[in-house]
């Protein structure tokens, strides 16, 4: 599932992945009191049988 709070502000720390074959699957998590990377892990297994995929990290260089 999209998480809207990653459009409205990436926060501090982000991670996502799309992947597919013919549809793609999308997940895009930010940090909070669970890590983004923890939050993939639960769902990773969705994404085990496609093909081909792009995944992200964003971790920040400044700030809280």
């Known amino acids: 599932p999209l998480n809207s709070k990653i459009r ?15 549809e793609w699957l999308t997940h895009k998590y930010i940090s909070d009191d669970k ?11 969705q994404h085990q049988n496609h093909s081909i995929g792009i995944a992200h990290t964003r971790w920040a260089t400044h700030g809280g």
């Open 8 to 22: 409205e502000n990436r926060g501090y720390d982000s991670a996502g992945i799309c992947s597919g074959n013919s």
């Open 35 to 45: 890590s983004a990377i923890s939050k993939l892990e639960d769902i990773i297994s």
